[in-house]
T-cell receptor, first 114, second 114 residues
Framework: NAGVTQTPKFRVLKTGQSMTLLCAQD?????MYWYRQDPGMGLRLIHY???????AKGEVPDGYNVSRLKKQNFLLGLESAAPSQTSVYFC?????????????FGSGTRLTVV | AQSVAQPEDQVNVAEGNPLTVKCTYS??????LFWYVQYPNRGLQFLLK??????LVKGSYGFEAEFNKSQTSFHLKKPSALVSDSALYFC????????????FGAGTTVTVRA
């Protein structure tokens, strides 16, 4: 039972480098989300998707881009990494809201930008 | 305005004592409320949710939470804490029933000492 899988688990980037974080879910969920977790700030929504081919901005979208070409995958890109993007990134997925379900989370990606 | 607040950054209890983690919300109507737990270097795991019905909700690992509409609270409780309950706990609210986005509190670190 894989659920939500994130790759990579750890990454160190130099300022200005780019990278893509991959999120894959096998629960046929329509909705997918990218959050970042910083100490004392809880989880903040970066971008989300309500279905294949759709994306939307969350609370803190600047410096990130996303794509949802396939229903099961949600990619988060950093085009030019900055030290302020050092964080732990979590992907999550969920069924439609009227079912009253919460999210299923991946195990996270710890990113350090030096 | 923040939709959900966890007023305590840290809660420390002795093993065997009752554990309470506080959460208050500030959305109108009848929200969906959730509790998640995060163990070190892991993703968030679902504990329990309140959708409707009985105000006392039972969840995983012996946890329960009480929905109090008049006090707009959803406190997490466990009658007898274990050392293994030491973790970071997040309260979350779906700001309205048709909204798929969850708003998370800043988190409360629980430490249970032997």
């Amino acid at each position: 039972n894989a659920g939500v899988t994130q790759t990579p688990k750890f990454r160190v980037l130099k300022t200005g480098q780019s990278m893509t974080l991959l999120c894959a879910q096998d629960m046929n969920h329509e909705y997918m989300y990218w959050y970042r977790q910083d100490p004392g700030m809880g989880l903040r929504l970066i971008h989300y998707s309500v279905g294949e081919g759709t994306t939307a901005k969350g609370e803190v979208p600047d410096g990130y881009n996303v794509s949802r070409l396939k229903k099961q995958n949600f990619l988060l890109g950093l085009e030019s990494a900055a030290p302020s993007q050092t964080s732990v990134y979590f992907c999550a997925s969920s069924p439609p809201p009227d079912r009253g379900h919460g999210y299923t989370f991946g195990s996270g990606t710890r990113l350090t930008v030096v | 305005a923040q939709s959900v607040a966890q007023p305590e950054d840290q809660v420390n209890v002795a093993e065997g004592n009752p554990l309470t983690v506080k959460c208050t919300y500030s959305v109108s109507g009848n929200p969906y409320l959730f509790w998640y737990v995060q163990y070190p270097n892991r993703g968030l795991q679902f504990l329990l949710k309140y959708i409707t019905g009985d105000n006392l909700v039972k969840g995983s690992y012996g946890f329960e939470a009480e929905f109090n509409k008049s006090q707009t609270s959803f406190h997490l409780k466990k009658p007898s804490a274990l050392v293994s309950d030491s973790a970071l706990y997040f309260c979350a609210v779906r700001v309205n029933r048709n909204d798929y986005k969850l708003s998370f509190g800043a988190g409360t670190t629980v430490t249970v000492r032997a």
